[in-house]
């Protein structure tokens, strides 16, 4: 696993080029309005403001419509936001890049072609050579365990399998920061559980800045280190939390004190959003 490993070397080495503890996302007083059919004005994020520290998976989460996936394309550099600035890595983001690779909550996967070949596409772009393709390809393939599906095309694969295959190409690409637009949301519970408990499993061996979008408060605390709780309409940071449960992880950490005081102080947070006029 050469080539593999020398690409993680290299992006460790450019990481700590740019200073230690430098926080890899950092949103800074970002609005997005936009015109409605009626003409009027809609304000879909107001004075957004966070920080990301490398290596550290982010997660946001909050009510439905409060920005928290319009946030996650602004930082894709897949929209502009109305006001503020977003950097990833210390630079400014001012469209897409292949510093930052993207996992939907759709099937986005290339149909016409094999697993393999989607995972080796983004490779392909760059004009990496093929014994190099391969061996990072490999390496992906035996992270999500899809190694015997390699040959397979998406129609011939399950849903969850499907999502392994695009967390697989987004990690192949070795881009400084993951955004992860509710991956799992159309999972059914049990698969989401093993989606889960696979993406944890991969994340603590590639290390990854993650930016993690979900309505699951469960999800949101089993998977992050930090959670941002955003208000409803118009979209703001209102709680930025601390997931204070060690790592390495697993589904039992459920059922821990702490989690649940966790949960229960989100659930809080978020009722008293629904609670509100909008």
Not at 11 to 32: F, H, K, P, S, W
Not at 137 to 154: C, K, M, S
Request: with cysteine; proline share 5%; charged share 25%.
């Amino acid at each position: 696993m050469g080539s593999v490993t020398a690409m993680h070397r290299d992006a460790a080495v450019n990481q700590a080029a740019t200073g230690n503890q430098q926080d890899r996302l950092r949103v800074e007083q970002v609005c997005l309005r936009y015109s409605t059919p009626d003409g009027q004005t809609f304000t879909a994020l107001e004075n957004v403001s966070l920080s990301v520290p490398d290596q550290q998976f982010a997660v946001l989460v909050g009510p439905s419509g409060c920005g928290k996936s319009s946030l996650l394309y602004l930082t894709a550099g897949l929209a502009e936001p109305t006001s503020g600035s977003i950097c990833v890595g210390g630079k400014r983001v001012e469209g897409p890049g292949a510093d930052r690779g993207m996992v939907f909550q759709s099937y986005t996967l290339f149909p016409w072609l094999s697993v393999r070949q989607n995972i080796e596409f983004g490779l392909k772009r760059k004009g990496m050579v093929s014994a190099e393709r391969e061996e990072i390809v490999d390496f992906y393939l035996n992270e999500v365990g899809l190694t015997q599906f390699a040959d397979r095309y998406p129609k011939q694969l399950s849903g969850g399998m499907m999502q392994r295959v695009a967390i697989a190409r987004a990690l192949a690409n070795d881009p400084q920061i993951l955004l992860m637009d509710e991956p799992f949301g159309a999972l059914d519970s049990q698969t989401r559980m093993q989606m889960q408990q696979l993406l944890l499993r991969v994340w603590e061996h590639s290390k990854k800045t993650v930016v993690f979008v979900t309505h699951d408060i469960d999800e949101a605390i089993l998977l992050g280190d930090r959670v941002y709780v955003m208000g409803a309409r118009p979209g703001r940071i209102k709680r930025e939390m601390e997931v204070p449960m060690p790592r390495p992880r697993d589904m039992d950490m459920v059922m821990e004190r702490q989690f649940i005081e966790m949960k229960r102080e989100i659930l809080g947070l978020l009722h008293n959003e629904l609670d509100k006029p909008h």
